[in-house]
Structures are given as structure tokens and as C-alpha cells.
């Protein structure tokens, strides 16, 4: 049986349907369903993503049986449009798009009016009646297919066209728009065009529309791995192996004068969630205007005052489809001569307020459940809900104002450049500040703190994407005055240069001079009621890693509840301590070290006094000191010198005490245990401090839960050593205190063998805490502090699929954590069990251990709503898995 490789949409019958986007991308099976729905869509067909995936894995080659049916589906195509592909007279010209399964705004390419050549544009201009639209739609056509098949770029285009404006203003015509170009003009930058392909190329412009429509066709299936589509594939964790279909659709022209547009919407405001009918539109332009920010573009409400029958169709339409979809809808119209015609409908992106909120609403509205309201957010976006804003109590130089694009405040040095703005970001935050941006800006955007933009509106592709990663935004910006030359932006008489400080609200479009305090937002009344649902939903608590009060707070305000990882080494660097802790390393004997542990033992008593009060009653988790001691030492002899003036010790003695704990491998080396072993008294002292300050606030009626963790423990032995410290010193402050303390001894399971041989540690330990950051370290052999340097590599060749470190890698270290459980499970029945590795925060990792039935996780405070709703999403998935199991 013969393959189908093409789907045919046409006069309200489609051979597809929403449910295909596999298959027929998210493009074209949102035209399929709006075909059969009865929606206006210029007819066409779609390339299924089979031939996508056969092209990459045959080095280029497409199936042979593609041909014929290609050939069919464009005859049938003419037959439909009354219309010849190529005939001067009656000529049929098409639009060749991309659309993968998710939508990948601007990242693969596009290219309008295909099927025109030097004949066809004569017979364009006389059956439109209008010779400038004619060859204005041609030297579009050129640009694009020049640009997207042979590789020439936008901008040497765009040179002859800005040429050809100045040539005009010489003779007297003041030109501010291209539609202000006449016929003769276009004829002319035609000419230039073509001349410029030759150049490039080293051949003519093709003029055999046939050969143009299969070029067109293969470069869409190339772009889906060029470097923009990668680049937004990896950070949105989309897979490579998916493909794009290949959308071949009747031309519609919304440039045929004041009565035809374009524009794009959304059926709900996608910044703040708002119920309104939401977009922007073009008179007399084609799509690619008003994305690309070439002009600026009307709020949709004025197509109503404009072409009102024309507005309230296109209301009533969009207002079905997103009933029908039951979620927010993203589209794009085209009207040709006061008919309207959609080309596309997709789910819309969204800023976190906005998908919060239309969330909440659509289950209060009874479209969707709550439980498919939770499944809609990624854990990730609510990240951008805590992103910080500017301080009310400011008062900023507002140098210029632009439209609010995406929400958060950005304070940053000013780069003109994607690649300045990568280089530069490692070192300081940066504000990437373009004319627009393209999909070539991915890399920059993506390093910059935030966006700005002189033109394009809230759809531009800066907007789109900058929502998209959470980025604040300021588009349309068109008091700024760029000069790429000069590397500066001129508002009036303030000249802003590169490494200048700005700062954007990108919740009110403001641009602002210089650096400006920010705070931390306030969450909305939804964002209460969705965390609502969520935990009611989870099944797991979720925990902050913490290690002073004010984290602790903030990890509160979150919905922590309890802290999983509170590291003690990080008290001992604070400025007043850190000379403390070095005389007690550079002591020579248990007496001199016990002196200087004893004026550390307050400071540590407060800090847990601190943790327990903002905890108020949830369990609080200290593990022992972790670190190698010379990480506390001087690292140069000048340092040492330094040092031997405030301690009263030797410069010679501090620094031979340096060099004598140098390790060649640290992380493997005297840490964790093994320092509690070899000094007791360090265990001791951390343990006495911690349950002196359970006891005294148990004493006034307070709730304490102390869990006390060690460290890398490999063996039950040294986790028997460790503990026999813990609960002698428990013993001595319960007699002291006179009352009886609740504490729980357990351990990191951050060694291999740790978790292979749990169930014999499981016998005294009460509690396990995974460490995936050290257990992914041992189990790889990578160093974490180093494996960034060949890590991303192994993503760029697919050795690797996820960073490992940001991911918990399931098969390998997650094989690991199962045995953990399991082994320890069996030794001790209720053994609480955690994590609290910073994959505590990664909504898959988060997964994974909801599936093997861990109690918490802990993350970062900022990170632990996240961890809340990828709980919940993990339980819903869970419980639909087992329904759709016993329906079976």
C-alpha cells in the first residue's frame, strides 16, 4: 500500500483534523479543522512531517513517492482556484510555510507569493488591475525565496530597497512607508533584486514556477534544523527527532489596497489574561509586516471603526474556535478586498499571569477542569511570576515609552547585538536593544536580561518570543533612535551608549536611564486560588534548600513547607565568621580547635534559632559540615598575610596549613563524614547548637522538628560513628534543658555505594535525604564544576539528551535512587525519604519522584511553587493513566 503523504484542505472538507498534529504539524491540522468547521481558509495541502524525518535520515533525499502525489495535490489545487500554476493570464500563486507539532514562532522560514516570474507579474497587473501591488508582490517573492532557498541575506535586500527610497528623496518625494513606492519604482528594485541573485547565486532567478514551488518545499524541511530552529528547540526542550509538515495554501493578498489587511490575534489578551478580543492589523500589507515590525500596526478594535462586517466575522469565527478548542486561540487573518480568510489558528502563547489567569477563569467559565487547568501551565512559567519589578517607591528618569510586551522589570548594560549580548552576559546583565529582532536574535535574547525594540507591535517576534522565556519586553519603542554605527540610541537629546545601564518595565513599556532599584512582585488573587487546587491535588510536601532566615522566609511565602537542605559551611563564610572557622583549622590540637569552636557555637546556636522560628513547626534539615577545610583557607600567600593580622597566628603557619590540606581531588577527598570523623568535635559542636536551640524554643512552646543529616556517607559504619555523637550530645542538652526533644538522625544518600547497600544503613539511619547533585557527579565521573566545558557539546552531538546536573538522569542515577528506596524501605518500614539536590526544582526530575514514591522535594525558595505544580501534574497524569488502564 502506497504511503499518504499529502492531506488536502478545500470549500469546507479537509482530509485531516485537529488530532493530527503528529502528522500534519500544529499549522496544518489547525487548518484542516477549521476547513471542516466551515471557517474561511484559502485552500491547499499538507506535506505530512514523514517526509521531514525521511529528508534528514536519507541525507536529503525524499521519498519517491512524494512526487506524484505532489503533482496531484497542486492540480487539484488549480482545479479548485479556477486557476493555472504559472499561466500568465490566470495564474494560481501559493504560500509554502512551515508548522511543526508546537509552534515555533519565526524560527523556520516562510515564503509568500511563489509562482511568479516575469510573465506572470505582467498577467498579475493587469487581472488585479493595480501594477504596483504586481511588483511590489514580486520583489517581495524574491526577497524571500532568495533569503530562505539560496541563503542571501535579509539586509543586502533591504539595502537596495533603503537605496532606492534615498534616490527618491534626492528628487523632491519625502518617503516614509514602501507603500508609498510606485509601480515603476518596484519594476526597478525588481530588477536590483534580481541582479543581486545573480551576483549570489551565479544563475538567474528561477522563472519556472514548478522548480520554485519544489526549491521552496526542500528549504522549509532544511530550515527545520537551521540554527535559530535548534537554538529554540533546546530551550524549550522540543524534540529534534518531531519535523516539520510543509503548508501549500492558495495566495490571499491583503495588499490590494485600503479595503484589504493582515493581521494577527488572540482570543484573550496573551500579557495579562484579560477576556478581550486581542491583536493587531495592516491595511493594505502583507502577513510578514506585521510581525516583522517594518510598521507599526493598529490595535484590532480599529478594524471594527474600519471594515466593521469584517471585524464582527472575524469575532464571531475566532470566538467559536476557542470554544471549540476550549483554550486561548492565536490566529491570522488576511482580508482581500473586504473578504476575510483565516490562515492559521493555534493555541496562543502566554505570559505566566496571563496562562494563571485564563486558567482560573476557563474552569470558573466551565470550559475546562480544574485538573486540565493545572495540566495547561508548565511549572516553569510560573518562574516568571516571581520575576521582580520596580521598586514603587522609585522615582526613574523615564526616557521613553514603548508598548508593554512582557511583564517583569530588566536592569541591564546596553549591547546592540545577539553576539555581544552572549559574550557579554557572562560577566554582567545585559539589555539587547535591536530596530526589531529577527530569529537570527535568538542566541542574544536569550542571554539578555531583557528586550527593547524601536518598532513592531505586541505580536512582533521579539514580543512573541520574550513571552515566551519569560524575558521583560518593551517593543514599538519608536521615540528611540538607533545608530548601529555609532553604538548608541538617541531619545531627544539623551544619547544612550553601548554599556550604558538602562532599565525596562516591561509591564508598562517604559524605558527607563540608568540602574533602578527592584523588588520582589505580588502575586494575583488566581495565582492563590490555581496553588489552591494544586495542593490539593499533590501527593508529595515540598521543602526549601535554606540556609539563613531570610531564605527561609521567602521559601515560606512560597508554600515551603519545612526545609530539606540547610548546608552549614555556608554560615561559616560570612564575614564574621570566616576568620573563626580558619583559627579552628589551622589549630594544632583538639584543644585549640575546641577554644575556636566554642566562639563559633553561638553564632551557629542563632542561626538555627532563626531557621526553627520561620519554620514555625515544619521539619527543618541540617546536614553536618560538607566541605573540604581548605576551601576556607587563604588561596594566596598575600591573603595568608591578611589573615595572620586579624587571628594573631603566623602568615608561615596559616599558609603551610593551606598548602599541607591541598587535595588533588577535593570533592573525593577529606569532606563530609570524613571530616566529623577525623574531628569529632566539629560534629559535636554543630549537633549541640542545633538541639540547644530546638530545646530553648521548645522550653517557651514552640514546635521544633530537628532532622540532623550526614553527609556522603558510604558505609553504615561511619554513619554509626556520626550518629553516636548526635545522640550523646541529645542527651546531654535534654538533661540540661530539662524536656524532651523530637529529632531525627539520617543521612545524604550522595555515594553509590550508599545506595546499593541502603538497607544496611537504613538500620540506624532514620531518615534519607537523596544528594543528586554529588550522586550524579560520582555516577558519571563528571565534576560538576567542570563538566560545563564539554557538556553542552554532548548535547550539540546527542550524546547526551538532558544535562545531567539540571536533569536527573532516571536510567542511570534514577536506577540508583530506585535501589535506594527500595533496600532502605525493606530495612525500615515509614523510612521518610527526600531529595535535595538541585533537581528538586526541575519539574521532570520533580516527576520522577513522585513516581517512586519519595515523601518531599526540595529546591531553591523561588523554585518551590514550581516544584508544587509539577507534583500535582505528576498525580493527575498518574490517576489518568490508571483510568484509562481499567477502562482497557
Known amino acids: 500500500m502506497v504511503k499518504k503523504y499529502i492531506y488536502f484542505f478545500a470549500n469546507g472538507k479537509a482530509e485531516g483534523n485537529a488530532k493530527m498534529k503528529d502528522l500534519l504539524g500544529g499549522k496544518g491540522a489547525g487548518l484542516a479543522e477549521m476547513t471542516n468547521a466551515g471557517v474561511p481558509v484559502p485552500p491547499g495541502f499538507t506535506i505530512t512531517t514523514e517526509v521531514c524525518r525521511y529528508y534528514y535520515r536519507h541525507q536529503g533525499k525524499l521519498p519517491k513517492e512524494l512526487d506524484s502525489q505532489f503533482k496531484k495535490a497542486l492540480a487539484k489545487l488549480e482545479k479548485v482556484n479556477e486557476k493555472k500554476f504559472g499561466d500568465p493570464v490566470n495564474s494560481l500563486l501559493v504560500s509554502v510555510r512551515s508548522g511543526a507539532k508546537y509552534s515555533m514562532p519565526g524560527m523556520m522560514d516562510t515564503i509568500l507569493n511563489l509562482g511568479l516570474n516575469d510573465e506572470v507579474v505582467q498577467g498579475l497587473a493587469r487581472a488585479s488591475g493595480d501594477p504596483r501591488f504586481a511588483w511590489d508582490a514580486y520583489r517581495r517573492f524574491i526577497q524571500m525565496f532568495g533569503n530562505v532557498v539560496k541563503g542571501i541575506e535579509k539586509n543586502e535586500f533591504e539595502h537596495i530597497l533603503e537605496k532606492k527610497k534615498k534616490e ?40 519556472e514556477p514548478f522548480l520554485q514551488l519544489q526549491l521552496a518545499r526542500d528549504a522549509v524541511f532544511k530550515s527545520w534544523n537551521n540554527p535559530r530552529a535548534v537554538t529554540y528547540r533546546r530551550l524549550n526542550k522540543i524534540s529534534d527527532d518531531l519535523g516539520t509538515a510543509v503548508n501549500v495554501q492558495t495566495m490571499v493578498f491583503g495588499n490590494l489596497g485600503e479595503d484589504s489587511g493582515t493581521g494577527v490575534g488572540f482570543t484573550r489578551n496573551p500579557a495579562n489574561g484579560e477576556k478581550e478580543f486581542y491583536g493587531e492589523y495592516l491595511t493594505n500589507a502583507q502577513g510578514e509586516d506585521v510581525v ?31 470554544k471549540h478548542y476550549r483554550d486561548v486561540q492565536d490566529f491570522e487573518f488576511t482580508v482581500e478586498k473586504g473578504r476575510l480568510y483565516l490562515l492559521q489558528t493555534r493555541i496562543g502563547k502566554r505570559t505566566a499571569q496571563a496562562a494563571i489567569k485564563i486558567a482560573v477563569d476557563m474552569v470558573k467559565e466551565k470550559l475546562i477542569s480544574k485538573e486540565e487547568a493545572i495540566l495547561r501551565i508548565e511549572p516553569e512559567q510560573i518562574n516568571q511570576l516571581l520575576h521582580p519589578i520596580i521598586d514603587p517607591k522609585a522615582n526613574p528618569e523615564v526616557i521613553a515609552q514603548g508598548l508593554p510586551a512582557s511583564p517583569g522589570a530588566a536592569v541591564g548594560k546596553v549591547v546592540f547585538e545577539a553576539n555581544l549580548a552572549v559574550e557579554k552576559s557572562k560577566n554582567e546583565p545585559v539589555i539587547l536593544v535591536r530596530l526589531e529582532t529577527n530569529p537570527d536574535d535568538i542566541h542574544g535574547i536569550d542571554a539578555a536580561k531583557g528586550i527593547l525594540t524601536a518598532r513592531g507591535g505586541m505580536t512582533s517576534h521579539a514580543a512573541v518570543v520574550a513571552r515566551g522565556m519569560g524575558k521583560p519586553c518593551v517593543v514599538g519603542c519608536e521615540e528611540i533612535l538607533i545608530n548601529y554605527q555609532e553604538k548608541n540610541f538617541q531619545v531627544n537629546s539623551i544619547i544612550i551608549k553601548e554599556d550604558d545601564w538602562i532599565t525596562i518595565d516591561g509591564s508598562a513599556g517604559r524605558v527607563i536611564r540608568g540602574k533602578v532599584p527592584l523588588v520582589e512582585p505580588t502575586v494575583s488573587s488566581e495565582f492563590a486560588t490555581f496553588m489552591s487546587w494544586v495542593d490539593r491535588l499533590r501527593k508529595l510536601r515540598v521543602r526549601a534548600n535554606a540556609d539563613i532566615p531570610r531564605d527561609a522566609r521567602v521559601a515560606r511565602q512560597f508554600g515551603a513547607e519545612g526545609i530539606g537542605l540547610c548546608r552549614t559551611e555556608h554560615m561559616f563564610f560570612a564575614q564574621d565568621r570566616l576568620p573563626l572557622m580558619q583559627e579552628m583549622i589551622i589549630a594544632d590540637n583538639e584543644t585549640e580547635r575546641r577554644k575556636a569552636l566554642d566562639k563559633l557555637f553561638p553564632l551557629q546556636k542563632n542561626d538555627f534559632l532563626g531557621l526553627f522560628r520561620e519554620m514555625k513547626g515544619y521539619p527543618v534539615t541540617i546536614r553536618t559540615l560538607d566541605p573540604p577545610l581548605h576551601e576556607f583557607l587563604p588561596k594566596t600567600e598575600k591573603d595568608a598575610e591578611e589573615l595572620s593580622k586579624k587571628i594573631g597566628i603566623s602568615k608561615e603557619k596559616i599558609w603551610n596549613k593551606s598548602l599541607t590540606l591541598h587535595e588533588f581531588n577535593p570533592m573525593l577527598g577529606h569532606r563530609g563524614c570524613r571530616l566529623g570523623i577525623t574531628y569529632p568535635e566539629i560534629t559535636e559542636m554543630q549537633a549541640r547548637a542545633i538541639l540547644e536551640a530546638a530545646a530553648e524554643l521548645a522550653k517557651v512552646g514552640d514546635i521544633v522538628i530537628p532532622e540532623i543529616m550526614i553527609p556522603l556517607v558510604g558505609t553504615l559504619e561511619e554513619f554509626k560513628d556520626q550518629r553516636e555523637i548526635v545522640d550523646r550530645v541529645a542527651k546531654e542538652v535534654m538533661e540540661k534543658y530539662k524536656i524532651e526533644i523530637k529529632y531525627l538522625v539520617g543521612t545524604m544518600i550522595e555515594v553509590p555505594r550508599a545506595a546499593l547497600t541502603a538497607d544496611e544503613i537504613a538500620s ?30 554532548y548535547r550539540e552531538k546527542k550524546i547526551l539528551k538532558e544535562d545531567p546536573f539540571q536533569t536527573l538522569d532516571q536510567n542511570g542515577v534514577g536506577e540508583l535512587i530506585e535501589i535506594g528506596i527500595k533496600k532502605g524501605r525493606k530495612k525500615r518500614k515509614g523510612l521518610k525519604i527526600g531529595i535535595c539536590g538541585e533537581h528538586g526544582g526541575d519539574p521532570e526530575s520533580v516527576k520522577f519522584c513522585h513516581r517512586v514514591g519519595m515523601d518531599y522535594v526540595s529546591a531553591s525558595p523561588y523554585r518551590v511553587p514550581v516544584g508544587r505544580l509539577a507534583l500535582a501534574q505528576a498525580a493527575i497524569l498518574e490517576k489518568k493513566k490508571f483510568l484509562e488502564y481499567t477502562a482497557k
Not at 531518615?767 to 560520582?778: A, E, H, I, R, V
Request: aromatic share 10%; no cysteine.
Open 764 to 793: 540506624s539511619a532514620q531518615f534519607f535525604s537523596f544528594g543528586t547533585n554529588d550522586l550524579t557527579q560520582m555516577t558519571y565521573g563528571f565534576s560538576r564544576d567542570d563538566a560545563g566545558k564539554f557538556i553542552k557539546i
Open 292 to 322: 516583522a515590525g517594518i510598521r507599526t500596526p493598529k490595535p484590532i478594535k480599529e478594524l471594527g471603526k474600519e471594515m466593521p462586517k469584517v471585524y464582527q466575522q472575524l469575532k464571531n469565527i475566532t470566538t467559536r474556535l476557542e
Open 168 to 207: 527618491k528623496m534626492l528628487t523632491g518625494n519625502h518617503l516614509k512607508l514602501d507603500t508609498e513606492l510606485k509601480a515603476e519604482d518596484w519594476q526597478e528594485v525588481v530588477k536590483e533584486y534580481k541582479k543581486l541573485y545573480r551576483e549570489k547565486v551565479g544563475e538567474d532567478f528561477p522563472q
